[in-house]
């Protein structure tokens, strides 16, 4: 009978390789289901959809908007780009 010794450092490895692994898996899933949240509106969010997005008030949504550096359309009042706005969240997000 042979018998098969394992080191404490072939341990440690192995357990770093799972937990590692498993990590990998968990953030490939949030970052499928951010992408469907995010790419399941339209390329033109309108305020509606701001308020949908951060759970708000629609007279927080005018008060969010009203910050210069939120994103929004020049030429069209009450519109704002759907991956601007989003990089914009992950870009002022804690």
Do not use: C, H
Not at 15 to 24: A, D, I, N, T, Y
Not at 77 to 86: E, S
């Amino acid at each position: 009978m042979t018998r098969t010794i394992i080191t404490f450092e072939e341990l440690e490895a192995e357990f770093f390789k799972s937990r590692m692994e498993q990590l990998f898996k968990e953030a490939y899933k949030q970052g499928v289901q951010e992408g469907i949240k995010q790419f399941s509106y339209p390329p033109v969010l309108t305020n509606k959809d701001l308020a949908e997005i951060f759970q708000i008030a629609d007279s927080t949504v005018t008060k969010l908007t009203a910050n210069p550096s939120f994103p929004r359309l020049a030429k069209v009042k009450g519109r704002y780009p759907r991956d601007k706005v989003f990089k914009w969240i992950n870009v002022n997000s804690i």
